[in-house]
């Protein structure tokens, strides 16, 4: 039992409850879990990331390492929150992290004895690294499963996260980031502009470091409560508390991350605004001292944070251990609140004479050049050692000193990372020890402690100035804000003590990042490995890389890695800070974008008919196509080659409206077209469609489909359910920036038409009996012919095509229309045995025939490469002419496509292998192709599959093997033509 | 979040456009040299600095734009229709 409730500070006496580890404890309302844990004596909170070591409460703000837990329970548990950030709740449910079964008695903390036999401990430094090199047997059998168990943080609920968040775009014109005396200075300032401001806190309460302060200095207190009333009635500004602003992007962009109690979780606030002000802060940094992780060890402006705005002392006896002026204030609060002070220890070889005087007024005995060189006790801190330091750096006589709260302060450093994001590189400030960005530019100020301006006055008229200056730009006028008469002195008067001198054996329990258990030596093991980039030096560590990003840990660690290597801190540099800077739950970034609404889905005007006859889906890009429609238990195998071969000797009707369609209008279409694509469209009829491949710059394919001429200038093309949008924005620039003087519109009317691909040997007489007014005999509507009806006012299309290799028919019907006529054609098709088919069966069709889809037009292949070189017209240039001549491109050897049949039919060939000339798979072997696309031919009654060979056409008749050495097969396979189904088009064309 | 000002629908976020291509080269003659050809589609400048190139407004009006943007900051300071010219490149080249 250490902390307790001392009095109120800025709480009420509002009583709530809730739980730790089970246990029933009561909070006061406005208690974060950290102090109200500390209220009920509670030292140690939980086990460390590797050693489990005892942690407690080392700080009162977003720079928590050593109080993380896991909050709620279930799918609502959060792992790793800091319990300085996490307000008590009525019934909260809190439990310590890392340590079984108790963080008292915790049996993993075998590894802090291991850490200390071992110089170079199995999770020093690297740990990750090393342990990958160790023989794969070793690390499956044994480190990885000796590591999973020992180390991390907390753990992730099994089960899927309930709770809802939310996305908020938003705009101002001045954001304000930091709700401390120079950021409320700067919103109260830029409101009386009248422009739109908004003010950022990561705390629940604003006010920053007059928060530290206690309530009875009336005039600051005051000062505080009148600049927040007088933003709250300010219509222009809105007040943001709970949220962190956790990165600042391009063109002023800011994300916060803010934390609500209600039905939604956290809302993730994207902010763009035009004048930022980071007025973001300070962080005191720790000594670096041995077991300065123990639970009592606490950093002085924690402990005065505690006190006086929580009431809540951290400790019943403290010593107060500094290297600056500002810790004083502490000591003092404690001892004027009645709690002793058993000593200062400072170690700065010059004493500032007003805080000595005030000491000795006080009797509080301060011992001067001293350092705190180990803090001692079995959980939590009992004593510490105290040893003067001498002139040559070494250590003289120690002594021991009775405290549970070692109250410590190793300086200040400003809040970069705001700053930073924005690519201004932060340098060393020497006079405050620490680095600051000097950042008064055209749309971003940073003021205050942030700035490196400590001085309570001083902060507050620079973020007024800047917040004017910010307004100024934007043609409005700030306001004047009321400096307070009671000041307070920013100067630290510091001394630099980046750790304290320590035998070797010592250092590693000097730690340096507490949360991720990084300690003085581990730096020095990372230098001594050649880790001479403080970027290196973070990752080989872990370093700066937990919750708090660094911001207690990096400078002293980066003054250390200057000290081993001889140079001073400047030229050592500081690592780039990148967002986000604090925890951003994923929730909060995915928004109500989960589920179902990960992505929208396309679905096709016959969707529903398609569900209702319980198709079997497959994802195409954002559509769900029926993969089959399985009768009674059929297997997908069993299904589509039932689909296929009934198409093949009836009909079946397929939902082919994912197609892009595009409308070309205008005089020039034909021209256009013509360049558009390889081959001629000028010449193409009215009422006539044609097959058209369209190349990019390079020469590769782009796309193909069939595209009809609806009238002189007037065309209708469909692409690829792939390329859909791809080839409308090509059409688009190319009409646009290319030929700008071609008189032409394009526009999707993919949305506009359902279409459907009806085909089989009975899919004339179907349409015959489903239109009855309209002809589609040989001669009224040929191959390739398009024909034009009605269907209940409805303008019907109907294309004379085929994908199958049968005789076939696309009908697009406005999309209205669509699950009508859909279902009109299915009963007109009765009599000939109708069935829908699936994109599977489709797939068996098309290869069959030797079709080329997607698999096949990979963005690789050429015209030569698909056999299809003779469709290029000479008589006009086309987009890709030029580049299709390259010498690589038109090298004879290039794979190209043929038909693959298993030798023994019953094999399957599986798409991805590797086509090669052996009867087994040797090392040195040369890869002679690949396998596109296979399946099952009803029609072959064997296995096919169409694939991309060396060579190709000059190797009809060969066998060869396909390789598919995942799966350990080896498949003789057959060269064939890729046209399997009927070569000469008699089914499709002659009848 | 990137802000383009596109002239036909007003200021919107960078999410509604899609980048197209270099808009500092034009497509040669058909006739020309198989070399012009590939300097033409794969010769790039690789510009650290202002750079002038196409975008689409593709979730807004389908526009194709001329966008003047800094590879370094990022920053937008000019954007027209296809065949206008940023003003600083008129007064440079005039
Ligand atoms: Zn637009």
Redesign the interface.
Known sequence: MSGFRSHLGRLNDEQISFSFNGQSLSARAGDTVASALLANGIEVVGRSFKYHRPRGVNSCGAEESGALVSVGIGAEQEPNVRATMQLVTEGLQVSSQNCWPSPQFDLLAINNFVGSLFPSSPLAAGFYYKTFMWPAKFWYKLYEPAIRRAAGMGKVPDQADKAAYDRINSFYDIAIIGGGAAGLSAALSAAQSGLRIVLMDEHATLGGQLLHLPKQQQDLEQWRQNTIASLQVADNVTILTNTVCWGR???N?LAAHEVIDGKVRHNFH?I?AEKIIIATGAIERPLVFTNNDKPGVMLASGARKLLNNYGVAAGRQMVLFTNNDSAYKTAFDYHDQGLPVAAIIDSRESRSEHLFEACQQRGIPVHQYSVVTKAKGWHGVRSVQVSELKDDGTLGASHDITCDLVAHSGGWSPQVQMASHG?TPPIYDEQITAFVVDQQAADTWSVGAAQGQFGLQAGIKQAMVAAQAACQALACQGGEVLIPAEDINGELNIEPLWSVPAPSKQKNKQFVDIQHDVTVADIGLAHKEGFISVEHMKRYTTLGMANDQGRTANVNALAMMAGHLEQSITATGTTRFRPPIAPVSLGSIAGREVGEHVRPLRRTPMQEWHERQGAVFVEAGLFRRPQYYPIGNETLDQAYVREAAHVRTKVGLCDVSSLGKIEIVGPDSAVFLDRIYVNLFSSLPVNKARYGIMLR??GHIYDDGTTSRLADDRFFMTTTTAKA?AVL?HL??CL???W?ELQVRVSSVSEHWAAMALAGPQSRATLQLAFPEMDFSQAALPFMGLAHGKYQGSPLRILRVSFSGELAYEVYVQADHGEQVWQHIMAMGQPHDIIPYGLEALGTLRIEKGHVTGAELDGRVTLADVNMQRMASKKK?FVG???M??EGLQDPKRPCLVGLKAVDPQQAIPTGAILVNENKLVAGCDKQGWVSSMTYSPALEGFIALGFLTSGQKRIGETIYAAYPLQGQHIPVEVVSSHFYDPDNIQVKDQ | MLRIKCPYCGVREHTEFTYGEDANRSLPDPDASLENWNNYVFARQNVAGEHLEYWQHTLGCRAWLKVQRDTVTHDITWTGLPHETPPQQKEAST
């Open positions: 992007f391009d063109g962009t994207k763009h690519g710059e390079d949008g924005s688009e620039r646009e920036i290319d700008p240039w002419q030029n580049l001549q390259r």
